[in-house]
């Protein structure tokens, strides 16, 4: 049986400018639908746009981080609305996840 990487462990990802947006975007609408329904929004969502919003050609992610921003960012990708150019960004930074963790393996 294997685990989930200790959330330690930590994965470089560099996004270009694109995928950064497409990534924040998707960060925020899920922070704004937790406001929007009186939640707490989810701790890891408020660390990912921190690490986003610095300065930097390359974000460390937190493997839950690194994680659950690919499930979320899969999610937005796959739905029929979600205009094309986002789903082209959005798929390069999936791409970038994916090659930063398979990195750090």
Partial sequence: MSSSPPDTETYEVTL???ERWVVHHVLATRLNEALDADEQ???WVLEAIDTLETDGDTD?????QADRIYDTLAAYV???ETPARDVDHGMAALDQLEVGQNAQA
């Fill in 78 to 80: 796959d739905r029929e």
């Fill in 16 to 18: 270009s400018r694109d």
């Fill in 60 to 64: 460390r992610l937190t493997a839950t």
């Fill in 41 to 43: 929004p989810p701790e």
